[in-house]
């Protein structure tokens, strides 16, 4: 990173092809035989009238140390013959209109802690990592497609806290989240954005700092030793992004140089007022740089092993847009984003947080596609935590809520999520959703995780719904730990951690997850009894599971249902179990009459719990 600044890059940077532009741009050290001689600084400030850089090695004196402008375009740099490593700046811009105004810089790799907004000079290298064996495991594994895929998304402001309300550190987070992660059986954490923002009181969407780790946890060579400790014990890591919009604040991105710059000039195409934030200009080859660059970025020097890109849907059509209309800008950046990531990584995860129908999401670019390889089905999201929210006697009068979903199953590679979004600003928990008393809250609550489980579709799940959370997201404190001392809620933790542990080990499960064969209804269509009942399919015929998921709490002893192929089946799990809290209505085995039910020439009658999920294997001969 000590390269100077190249006409070639200056190209690139401007056509929006310049993928390392956190090379060129921001606060680098200058070395030589290993020894640093001076600190450059490298902006893009286009409409300034002058730039200089400023901190706390001039006592925020501005006008000392005057940048040079390289180009009509409008890059500044400067180079200060002194070592400034963990020296706080910014840039001083006078503006078109003579305004003097202090900016963080939007390269910086790292910033001061909150309230305070300067950057901080900061060396990446250095740190060693020791996720060597994790990255060769993923590079020979099978592609994700056929493999189990469990998130836990986490905030880490508000998943545990210290006695006094402080936050864990990066390092800290490790000892505390890893083995915790491990035990319930996820495959992968998703953090919640990493980016420096302002607000505690937020999920961190509204970023001020896109190469800058928030320094709430410490230091970037922390959050390294975080994601290589999650490496080293098989857990992947990804981060939420926002390439869409981001935070007003006076000291970030916003009217960075006085005018319109990363953002739209169009005050209708700029503001985002759902937010309170501004979009950014896809159109411009700068910020198209600057973003891709962020997302490789992240995968470099950080390791994650993916993006959940988010407000997909803010970022293919313009803003305030009355009817919705299409930004052809935008879907060309998204496309050249997915290119250029999958170029470096192919099996990196690029995950379209996407509420709209927009066709082909998950299609590759070259087929005319927007390029992700997966994207979070709202549609299954929405629909299945309003089936769950009705009565259950009124359940049959929306059956097809849960029904539609296959559909459009497999019309993209899905991520099924019960996510941060549906916990928040009076939506109450995933347990508190449920209808009902207490025990028929948490039997629906083990019925609504079977079915995600179960479901076509990769999984992902927010902190708390794991042990039955009882309250919605409260930033100010951790997740309400105390629960687990109660049976329901430990019961519920032993749950899931079963739940999750089962889907792993049953390759019907997830083998087959993006592809029809993999799903067979047995009867899609028992409205007035609220059951589903189909088969999931992995490779091998012995895989095969047959689902059945009762959704009214009436008690079957003797149910009749259409068996896929005749023999002896064994019930390998139940949601009903004792253990989890249920009511012990299990089945041993059972064995196929030559009954023709359901389209199929054979039949099994069994016992259906309250509430409950059971789950049939071929027996093994």
């Known amino acids: 990173m000590d390269q100077t600044i190249s006409d070639f890059d200056i190209h690139l940077f401007h056509e929006g092809t310049l ?10 050290l200058e070395k030589q035989k290993k020894k640093v001689t001076g600190t450059r600084f490298t902006v893009w400030a286009p409409h300034a009238q002058a730039v ?4 706390s090695f001039t006592n925020w004196e501005t006008g000392k140390y005057e940048m040079t402008r390289v180009n009509q375009e409008g890059i500044w740099t400067c180079t200060i013959d002194r070592d400034l490593t963990g020296e706080m700046y910014k840039y001083a811009i006078t503006t078109a209109s003579g305004d003097l105004i202090l900016k963080s810089d939007p390269y910086a790799f790292h910033s001061e802690l909150r309230p305070q907004t300067a950057s901080v000079v900061y060396d990446l290298s250095g740190y060693k990592w020791g996720d060597q064996l994790y990255r060769q495991r993923v590079r020979k594994r099978r592609p994700i497609y056929e493999r189990p895929l469990s998130i836990y998304e986490l905030h880490l402001n508000s998943w545990k806290q210290k006695e ?16 915790y992660v491990k035990e319930h059986g996820f495959t992968h954490i998703e953090l919640l954005p990493l980016t420096e923002h302002p607000l505690d009181a937020s999920w961190g969407y509204q970023g001020t700092g896109y190469f800058s780790p928030t320094s709430r946890f410490g230091t970037p060579h922390d959050l390294m030793y975080l994601i290589d400790r999650c490496h080293q014990e098989d857990i ?3 981060m939420d992004w926002v390439p869409g919009h981001f935070c007003k604040d006076s000291h970030g991105l916003y009217m960075f140089d006085g005018e319109p710059l990363y953002e739209y000039d169009s005050f209708n195409d700029r503001e985002n007022h759902e937010w309170g934030t501004a979009n950014f200009n896809l159109a411009k080859g700068e910020v198209r740089s600057f973003l891709i660059s962020n997302a490789l970025y992240w995968m470099h020097f950080y390791r994650i092993d993916g993006l959940r890109v988010d407000a997909v849907a803010n970022i293919i059509y313009w803003a305030n847009s009355e009817p919705e209309t299409a930004n052809p800008y935008a879907t060309e950046f998204l496309q050249e984003l997915n290119k250029a990531v999958f170029k470096e990584n192919p099996r990196f995860l ?5 509420s709209t129908d927009w066709p082909g999401v998950t299609k590759p670019v070259h087929e005319g596609g927007l390029g992700f390889n997966y994207k979070w089905n709202m549609g299954w999201m929405n629909d299945v935590l309003d089936y769950m929210e009705y009565p259950p006697f009124e359940r049959r009068h929306h059956h097809h809520k849960l029904t539609f979903s296959l559909v459009y199953a497999y019309s993209e590679n899905y991520i099924l999520p019960l996510s941060h979004d549906e916990v928040v600003h009076g939506k109450r928990s995933l347990l508190h959703k449920m209808p009902g008393e207490y025990w028929e809250k948490f039997a629906q609550w083990r019925l609504l995780l079977s079915y995600l489980i179960t479901h076509p579709g990769k999984k992902l799940l927010f902190m708390g719904g794991e042990f039955a959370q009882f309250d919605e997201w409260k930033y100010v404190q951790g997740l309400d730990w105390f629960l687990k001392d109660y049976d329901a809620h430990h019961q519920a933790d032993h749950f899931s951690k079963e739940l999750m542990d089962f889907y792993q080990n049953h390759k019907a499960l997830h083998e087959f997850d993006h592809d029809p064969q993999g799903f067979e209804w047995i009867d899609a269509d028992n409205a007035e009894q ?12 012995s895989d095969t599971l047959m689902v059945i998921c009762n959704f009214t709490n009436v008690t079957y002893d003797h149910f009749e249902i259409g068996a896929p192929f005749e023999g002896r089946w064994e019930e390998v799990f139940s949601s009903d179990l004792q253990q989890f ?8 085995s059972a064995v196929t009459e030559e009954k023709p039910l359901h389209n199929k020439k054979q039949s099994l009658t069994v016992k259906i719990p309250p509430f409950g999920v059971t789950i049939w294997k071929p027996a093994k001969k």
């Open 350 to 354: 690029m995950m379209a947080e996407d």
């Open 164 to 179: 006094d309300g402080s936050y864990f550190t990066y390092r800290e987070y490790a000892d505390e989240l890893i083995p």
């Open 236 to 238: 992947g890591v990804l």
């Open 52 to 55: 200089s850089v400023t901190g």
């Open 530 to 541: 609220s059951i589903y009942s189909f088969i999931r399919k992995g490779k091998r015929k």
């Open 19 to 28: 993928y390392n532009a956190h090379h060129t741009f921001g606060a680098h």
């Open 581 to 588: 809290g249920g009511t012990n209505l299990l089945n041993q």
